[in-house]
């Protein structure tokens, strides 16, 4: 009133706590688009100031009533609504209600003393979670410092007892105080770090490789295929006729293992035999889905799709056996390792305290069966495919499998295709009563890295977090 030649325009700055390490989980909010509006419509919700007729001509509320029948569903046209990660999946519950203020004006529309009434804003609910901010920061910081490059990476970890997770690690991630001059500076950015928005828990799908082992073993010995005592040889190669063909190169040869020693060995030909020729595609996918590997979950989790893409029929059904031919979401890896932490009690995944969640459910499997299993994964510590010195776990009272499978991708810098190798680390610890679960994938690994090179020491760091920290005995006793 006093400046006529000044107006005044609100500037909103939001603050991330979690900065990096969190930045592609938390998401962000931007302001209302077209889409939205429509969507606003469809499901009758107005916009309080809009002009526009269908959004309900409400810019001149007179009325206090009418304000207070709509504002629990009513927007404002400058709201910034969140669009990806939780602050799109929290935002019912974050983003509060509208409050408005009526006011006489004279011909220049400025207030003629106070208001008529006024009907005060609503916060939103706060969400907590269940992480915890220093050790995400920590892992995020060590997949970081990696000397070779990381092209992606996501880690994970929990307890299995009560699903809560309190590691979520998305990598690379956007910093969200990073600005851009320009629009052409932003897309010359993402077109140089691709996938840096993707939040990869529950976005990337890749091969689940040896990991997979696990879930054949049980679905092996639940269905009545292999007994936990039987033994197969391995020579080194799967057909005989094709010695150079699907091939197993993870211990020496001849041997003949069982379950427990082809876990411990990441042995390729038992699960080739397994998983291909007894079990099959269709038996495959079942227990998948028992085994909550391909889930649609909310709480914080959901993507609107399932998590991955279950194998079929195609290709060369052996691969089956030992994660080949299809894909997987780490989250999906994660909640199968939890359920062979728990010995079977799939406990749903807890990321926002207090959100709604199903049961927990005991899946129906001899007791043997979780037995044979978890002592194959404790023997790969022991002596079998986690127990070198390069992946920094013999000194842990834990249970892993590790895992690698090779891919391809197209290097634009080199303008050639490279191959190299999906990493996997998954376990729990202690070995008896597990009370921390993790998984860590690490994508476009080097030809030459292995899956328990290049994540051992990223779980080996997080069982020495919850040494320190939290006071769970994670080291081997004496």
């Known amino acids: 009133e006093r400046f006529p030649g000044l107006t005044l325009q609100e500037i909103r700055r939001r603050k991330l706590s979690g900065r990096v390490a969190l930045a592609t ?27 526009y007729a269908h959004h309900g001509r409400l810019k001149r509320l007179s009325d206090v009533r009418l304000f207070r029948a709509v504002r629990d569903s009513a927007h404002h046209s400058d709201d910034r609504v969140g669009v990806v990660g939780l602050e799109r999946m929290l935002e019912d519950q974050l983003r509060g209600t509208p409050g408005a203020r009526n006011f006489e004006v004279d ?33 995020y910081n060590l997949v970081d410092t990696t000397p070779e490059k990381t092209f992606g990476a996501s880690v994970l970890v929990g307890d299995p007892r009560t699903g809560e997770i309190h590691g979520w690690v998305s990598y ?23 996938g840096i928005l993707m939040n990869r828990p529950v976005g990337a799908l890749v091969e689940p490789g040896s990991t997979f082992k696990t879930l054949v073993a049980i679905a092996g010995l639940a269905e009545g295929v292999i007994g936990p005592d039987d033994g197969l040889e391995c020579n080194g190669y799967y057909n005989p006729a094709k010695p150079n063909e699907l ?33 099959g595609a269709e038996k495959i996918r079942a227990w998948g889905r028992r085994l909550h590997l391909w889930d649609r979950e909310g709480n914080g989790l959901s993507v609107g799709r399932t998590w991955g893409d279950p194998p079929t029929e195609r290709g060369k059904r052996p691969l ?24 079977g009690l799939f406990v749903p995944a807890r990321l926002v305290v207090g959100a709604p969640a199903p049961s927990p459910e005991q899946v129906d499997v ?24 390069k992946t920094g776990l013999s000194r842990f009272d834990c249970a892993v499998k590790t895992g690698t499978a090779e891919t391809k991708w197209f290097d634009a810098e080199l303008d050639e295709t490279v191959v190299g190798n999906t990493a996997w ?47 769970l005995p994670t080291e081997k006793p004496r």
Not at 26 to 33: F, K
Not at 172 to 194: C, G, I, V
Not at 252 to 259: A, K, N
């Open 25 to 51: 989980l938390l998401g962000r909010v931007a302001p209302r688009t077209a889409e939205l509006d429509q969507t606003w419509r469809d499901d009758g919700e107005p916009v309080l100031d809009s002009w």
């Open 107 to 139: 011909v220049r529309g400025r207030p003629r003393g106070g208001p008529l009434w006024a009907e005060p804003p609503t916060p939103g609910k706060d969400a907590r979670l269940t992480l915890d901010f220093e050790l995400c920061e920590t892992i």
């Open 172 to 194: 690379p991630s956007l910093d969200p105080d990073q600005r851009f001059e320009s629009a052409k500076e932003l897309e010359s950015f993402y077109k140089a770090n691709p």
């Open 247 to 279: 091939r197993c190169r993870n211990h020496s040869h001849p041997m003949t293992l069982d379950v427990r020693q082809a876990l411990a060995r990441s042995c390729n030909c038992y699960f080739y035999h397994v998983g291909g020729d007894r079990l």
């Open 320 to 343: 089956l056996g030992i994660g080949r031919g299809f894909t997987v979401c780490p989250i999906g890896i994660y909640r199968l390792t939890c359920g062979i932490a728990n010995r």
């Open 366 to 389: 001899e007791p043997w069966v979780w037995d044979a299993v978890i002592e194959g994964m404790a023997g790969a510590v022991r002596y079998g495919t986690a127990s070198s010195e």
């Open 425 to 471: 680390l998954i376990g729990f610890a202690p070995v008896q009563n597990p009370q921390v679960a993790f998984v860590v994938n690490v994508e476009r690994a080097p030809d030459k890295v292995h899956g328990g090179e290049a994540c051992g020491h990223i779980a080996a760091a997080v069982l020495d977090w919850y040494s320190v920290r939290r006071g």
